[in-house]
């Protein structure tokens, strides 16, 4: 029997499973599983509630602020307010102390405190079998009807909207897992600070990201790269839309520091790990109406392509300027920091 790798499920054999195990009927979804949504709508009366539930496998380090954080990322994708949440922490056994779990909680209360989000419970036990904490959290949101976004709905001729740059997650991760490595290889300390701190600035939250463009204008779709990069990001969005997609290499912009790291360990910044950014498309109509509130609000943000018709595929014009098909894997590029 063939094992599966690491990394996300295909999405043939994910929505396999998910078009067959659906459990009881409830005529209050509004969307349930499917692939690349990023959160579960639930019809509650004058509002929608979001519902969402996220591990974090990669990172040994800041683990209860990455879980926070990016469950929190995913409410705000359909246009939602996080305001509620809860996790099951699972502790290595022989390597884990009270001052790690104390950790823990603290960076939890503190991501929650940030983005106004209380904490509703959980669980927390030393598990049998793991190397590294896992910690899977479960977040809640609300939103007006009105407002809701989501992956699918992205439109043929939409702009295809990108804020800060990729790798933000997987530059901070690389810096935090690599860390003695890396003085060993020459960095300076310096450098190797500045990478850590991207977990904070940029930051990996784009709560702000999202609910200041779906304020400013009609945004159609909104999604949260993380697993598998901007690129299965991307693919995300044309399978879960049944569109395609046209993206321009040199218009996707990547932090210096980013560039260097995945050079060095010879990852492809496309396929890296990348909670912080965040995809959007929109009407070119509303377009500027986003740009200029990203602008007011002091996030950098780049149209990187247009969605296309179905039939027009995924493909990107590189930097040389040749066009190809735009290459994704559900396996991130970051999976390959622990076979070395």
């Not at 994910?14 to 709508?41: H, M, Q, S, T, W």
């Not at 598990?127 to 949101?141: A, F, K, N, W």
């Not at 702009?159 to 300076?188: D, P, Q, W």
């Not at 693919?235 to 060095?264: H, M, Q, T, W």
């Amino acid at each position: 029997m063939t094992k599966l790798e690491p990394g996300k499920l295909s999405p043939e054999f994910l929505e396999k499973f998910l078009k067959k195990y659906r459990g009881a009927r409830d005529n209050r979804l509004v969307v349930g599983p499917k692939y690349g949504e990023d959160a579960a709508i639930i019809d509650d009366g004058n509002k929608y509630l979001v519902v969402k539930t996220d591990p974090i496998t990669f990172a040994t380090d800041a683990t209860g602020w990455y879980a926070v954080n990016v469950n929190a990322n995913d409410i705000a994708t359909r246009g939602a307010k996080p305001k509620w949440y809860q996790c099951t922490i699972l502790l290595p056994e022989k390597k884990t102390t009270k001052k790690i779990v104390e950790k823990i909680f603290q960076q939890t209360s503190e991501a929650c405190k940030q983005l106004g989000v209380a904490i509703t419970g959980g669980h927390t036990e030393v598990t049998y079998g793991l190397d590294r904490p896992i910690v899977v959290g479960s977040m809640l949101g609300e939103v007006e009807k009105s407002k809701l976004v989501t992956t699918c709905g992205a439109k043929v001729g939409d702009h295809i909207i990108l804020t800060k740059g990729i790798v933000i997650e997987g530059t901070s991760i690389i810096a935090r897992e690599k860390e003695c490595e890396l003085k060993t290889k020459g960095y300076s300390k310096k450098f190797i600070e500045s990478c850590k701190q991207f977990l904070y600035d940029p930051g990996i939250s784009v709560v702000k990201d999202a609910l200041s463009a779906n304020q400013a204008a009609k945004v159609n779709c909104m999604h949260d790269p993380t697993e598998g990069g901007i690129a299965n990001g991307l693919y995300e969005i044309a399978r879960a839309s049944g569109n395609g997609l046209l993206i321009y290499e040199n218009k996707i912009p990547i932090f210096d520091e980013s560039r260097v790291l995945c050079k060095e360990y010879s990852l492809n910044p496309l396929g890296a790990i990348t909670s912080g950014s965040l995809l959007l498309t929109a009407n070119p109509s509303e377009t500027k109406k986003i740009l200029q509130s990203y602008k007011n609000n002091g996030i950098p943000a780049s149209i990187i392509g247009q969605v296309e018709n179905k039939k027009y595929g995924m493909k990107i014009i590189s930097s040389d300027g040749k066009m190809k098909n735009l290459a994704h894997s559900e396996k991130d590029e970051i999976t390959k920091l622990f076979k070395l």
